[in-house]
């Protein structure tokens, strides 16, 4: 599977940001979808997690209440919504998907389908 992730670009402190995530030729169905991001000189590092098949949801603590992970069935697309962006938020950020069962969305290793990265730079 082939995931096309999008939508970075530079932006202000307290500014907003939407990723999406697409696939070619995949249409999503019980698959686990995760956002990480990768800072530079850090580990990659998990954001977000959303199961596709009920919407169940699942947060890093640093982003919790300013990022929200969504689905749009009908357009077989992943989307990260970024509020209140910080300096800190500063990264690339990946879209990956895999089918090994929610116990797994925090884990990078688990995931056998993964974007390019789209890079998200906040300037304060």
């Known amino acids: 599977v082939q995931l096309q992730a999008s939508g970075g670009g530079l932006v202000q402190a307290g500014d907003s940001l939407r990723l999406s995530c697409t696939a070619s030729?995949?249409?999503?169905?019980?698959?686990?979808m995760g956002w990480f991001r990768q800072a530079p000189g850090k580990e990659r590092q998990f954001v977000a997690g959303?199961?596709?098949?009920?919407?169940?949801?699942i947060y890093a603590d640093s982003v919790q209440g300013r990022l929200t992970i969504s689905r749009d069935n009908a357009k077989n697309v992943a989307y990260l919504q970024m509020s209140s962006l910080k300096p800190e938020d500063t990264a690339v950020y990946y879209c990956?998907?895999?089918?090994?069962?929610?116990?797994?969305?925090?884990?990078?290793?688990?995931?056998?389908?993964w974007g390019q990265g789209t890079l998200v730079t906040v300037s304060s």
């Open positions: 959303i199961d596709w098949s009920d919407g169940s949801q």
């Open positions: 990956a998907a895999h089918k090994n069962g929610w116990r797994w969305v925090r884990v990078s290793r688990k995931y056998t389908s």
């Open positions: 030729g995949y249409t999503f169905s019980s698959d686990i």
